[in-house]
């Protein structure tokens, strides 16, 4: 599981645009419950030089986020996590003009604000809560552009925020794009407490709010968080790379002066799970090593150890111990010591070994055919299961021998992604996170390619299907075949 979200808690749209009559300002107007929130700048409508805004407040579950750290369901940036946390806000479709060409900017709300009560968006019937100032009396409920909560006047009206921290998102088409903007380090200063989470606002630049440009940007409509459409709710989006350490013990070459020194590495690795947790080992005597030897023989006497070209262990997952070696040699079969200093052996194990050979013949890049294994028909919210690809060469044909004596390896894929789809209007859940943070890369084993997917994600009563692409020595190549579930 490399992608978690959390949908915003509160929401509301605050404005000191002018009513229909186009002589009071509707600042203490509270639009708390709307379905939609917005974004303009109206100018020269009242006078020459009259300006007319509206901006958007949105509140997060930080706490969500840090219980999700604390649980594991999410790594902590403070131990290396690297995790990108993405603000998402949808575009709502609308009738009326939309603005183009234009930049709106994202800034941490520094005073505690009400989301309100109020529905009304077009005439601003619904007041919102009284504040301290004679002039801020409006006897509702929630934040307005005067007031952020009950008793409490914003500093400056339009809302309190820290302009010294922006996030800028620019529309060059039609108007009708979402906000995507990267605000990892505002959540990171959330949840060390460095800044208080009171939200965000978003609003238009200056100079297209203030007039400043000398003309109107309207009206930018985005899905609130109380709309209808489950997909399209403010959020923030937890994404991170969730592959560990590879693994090539059915994939393992000698080195060959064929290959560049990169290409004749191997990754291999060992996992220790207590009680299904990945644990490190409390008695290893540090570091854990890995020897090779030509027999089974040799192995358990740990004599005539064959030295490898190159090798390196990593430690950096809790219980993952992966190797990368470089083995030169001429034997088809060695054997692995998994030891430390003592030493003590903590595995031992066969390893086949494929040899390079120069080929006079040109060959097209691989075609796979892919499925997965172990996908079921249903399931449910609460599930992450763990999703088994199988996947083999397409002109592949196996022998009489092969099928009779053992079970049919997978091949792997070493650069593998996945999207997830809703069938009936071919929504995308999750799109294929290919460059950036990788976060729908899939990881792979000794058994194969996998990955993990949390049905979290999926709103329940659909069908879904699950669809794979393969970077094949360096294009992407999205297989044709599609792996239906359905949610409930």
Avoid at 12 to 25: D, F, G, H, M, S
Avoid at 160 to 180: H, K, L, M, P
Avoid at 346 to 353: F, G, H, K, P, R
Wanted: hydrophobic fraction near 40%.
């Amino acid at each position: 599981m490399s992608i978690k979200r959390f949908t915003a808690d509160a929401d509301t749209t605050i404005t000191n645009a002018y009513l229909e009559n186009l002589r009071t300002p509707a600042t203490g107007s509270n639009m708390g419950l709307a379905d939609s929130i917005e974004v303009f700048s109206i100018y020269a409508q009242v006078d020459a030089t009259s300006v007319e805004m509206c901006r958007t407040l949105v509140n997060f579950p930080v706490a969500d986020i840090a219980a999700a750290i604390a649980a594991g369901e999410v790594p902590d940036n403070t131990a290396g996590g690297n995790v990108s946390y993405i603000l998402r806000i949808f575009n709502s479709p609308h009738p009326w003009t939309l603005p183009t060409n234009y930049s709106m900017v994202v800034h941490p709300v520094t005073t505690a604000w009400d989301e309100g009560h109020g529905l009304d968006m077009e005439e601003y019937k619904d007041d919102g809560a009284s504040g301290v100032a004679p002039s801020n009396q409006f006897g509702g409920s929630g934040a307005s552009w005067n007031v952020a909560a009950n008793a409490v006047d914003w500093t400056t009206p339009g809302g309190d925020f820290d302009a010294g921290t922006a996030f800028t998102a620019t529309f060059d088409e039609d108007g009708t794009e979402d906000v995507e903007l990267d605000i990892t380090s505002l959540v990171d200063d959330w949840l060390d407490g460095s800044v208080n989470n009171f939200g965000i606002v978003l609003k238009l630049l200056n100079d297209h709010e203030d007039g400043t440009d000398g003309r109107s940007y309207y009206t930018k409509k985005f899905f609130a968080r109380g709309s209808e459409y489950f997909y399209r709710r403010p959020m923030i989006e937890a994404r991170w790379d969730s592959t560990d350490a590879g693994d090539d013990r059915n994939n393992f070459y000698a080195e060959s002066n064929l290959r560049a020194a990169v290409d004749n590495e191997n990754l291999i690795s060992i996992r220790n799970h207590v009680n299904g947790v990945l644990t490190n080992i409390p008695a290893l005597a540090a570091p854990m090593d890995i020897k090779f030897y030509p027999t089974e023989e040799d192995a358990v006497a740990l004599t005539n150890e064959i030295v490898v070209t190159s090798l390196a262990m990593d430690n950096a997952v809790a219980g993952v111990y992966a190797a990368t070696v470089v083995l030169d040699t001429d034997l088809d079969n060695v054997q692995a010591v998994w030891q430390d200093q003592t030493p003590t052996v903590y595995l031992s194990e066969s390893l086949n070994i494929k040899h390079r050979t120069a080929d006079l013949t040109s060959e097209a890049n691989p075609v796979y055919v892919t499925t997965i294994i172990n996908l079921k028909q249903k399931y449910s919210t609460e599930e992450v299961p763990r999703l088994r690809i199988y996947t083999r060469l397409k002109d592949w044909s196996p022998t009489i021998y092969t099928v009779a004596s053992k079970e049919i390896e997978s091949e792997v894929v070493e650069a593998a992604y996945y999207e997830v789809i809703r069938v009936t209007d071919g929504l995308p859940v999750v799109e294929y996170g290919i460059g950036g943070t990788e976060h729908t890369k899939i990881s792979y084993d000794s058994q194969g390619n996998y990955f993990d997917f949390d049905m979290e994600l999926c709103e329940p009563g659909y069908m879904y299907r699950i669809n794979l692409a393969y970077n094949v020595n360096g294009e992407i190549r999205y297989q044709p075949e599609a792996f239906k579930f359905r949610v409930e």
